[in-house]
C-alpha cells in the first residue's frame, strides 16, 4: 500500500502521455487538475479516450487501484498477439451465463493478456455460430479496448492491426 502514496505526491503519467484505462482503454493525458473535494484538495488526471473522445477524471492517489497503467510496450504487444493465435480456449464453463460473467471479469481486469483471449475466443465462436448480442458486446468491447493499444504499442495505425486480427482468425 506505500506505492499509492507516491503516485499522490508524484503523478506517474505526465501531461500528453498516453495510458490506458482498464474500462475504457487508450486515453490521452491532458492534464492533471486539482479540486477540492470535502475540504481536501485531491489532484486528477484528465484523459480524453482515442475511441469515444469521452473526458475521464482519475484520482492521482487512486490511479493503480483504478487500473490506470502505461500503453503496453512492443515486446508486451508480441505476447498479446501470440495469445490471440493460441489454439487453445480460455473459459469452457457452461452455461453461457457463467461464460458471460467470467469473460465480463476477465475485460474488467483490464489486462491486455485478459482481454485478448475474450478477443480470440469470440472471435473463433463466431465462425461456428452467430454471435448473441452479449457475445457481439464481449467481441466488440475486447476489439475497442485491445486495436488502439496495439497499433500504439507497434507503432502502426488502426486498419493494420485490424488487418492483422483478419489474418490471425481466417487461418
Not at 485531491?42 to 480524453?48: A, C, E, N, P
Not at 451465463?97 to 469470440?122: N, Q
Request: charged share 25%; no cysteine; glycine share 8%.
Amino acid at each position: 500500500m506505500e506505492q499509492e502514496s507516491v503516485h499522490s505526491e508524484s503523478p506517474a503519467f505526465k501531461t500528453g502521455e498516453m495510458a490506458v484505462h482498464p474500462a475504457h482503454g487508450v486515453g490521452q493525458v491532458l492534464g492533471i487538475e486539482h479540486r477540492d473535494m470535502s475540504g481536501r484538495k485531491t489532484s486528477f488526471y484528465v484523459m480524453k479516450i482515442v475511441e469515444t473522445g469521452m473526458k475521464v477524471m482519475v484520482s492521482t492517489s487512486a490511479a493503480a487501484t483504478v487500473g490506470l497503467r502505461p500503453v503496453m510496450s512492443r515486446s508486451e504487444a508480441g505476447k498479446v498477439l501470440q495469445i490471440l493465435r493460441a489454439p487453445e480456449v480460455a473459459v469452457d464453463v457452461q452455461p453461457w451465463t457463467r461464460r458471460h460473467r467470467v469473460y465480463t471479469e476477465m475485460l474488467k481486469s483490464g489486462s491486455p493478456y485478459e482481454i485478448a483471449k475474450v478477443l480470440r475466443d469470440m472471435y473463433r465462436l463466431k465462425f461456428d455460430k452467430d454471435l448473441s448480442f452479449g457475445e457481439r458486446r464481449l467481441l466488440d468491447q475486447a476489439k475497442g479496448l485491445l486495436v488502439h493499444e496495439l497499433a500504439l504499442a507497434k507503432d502502426v495505425q488502426n486498419a493494420a492491426i485490424e488487418g492483422e486480427l483478419k489474418t490471425i482468425f481466417t487461418a
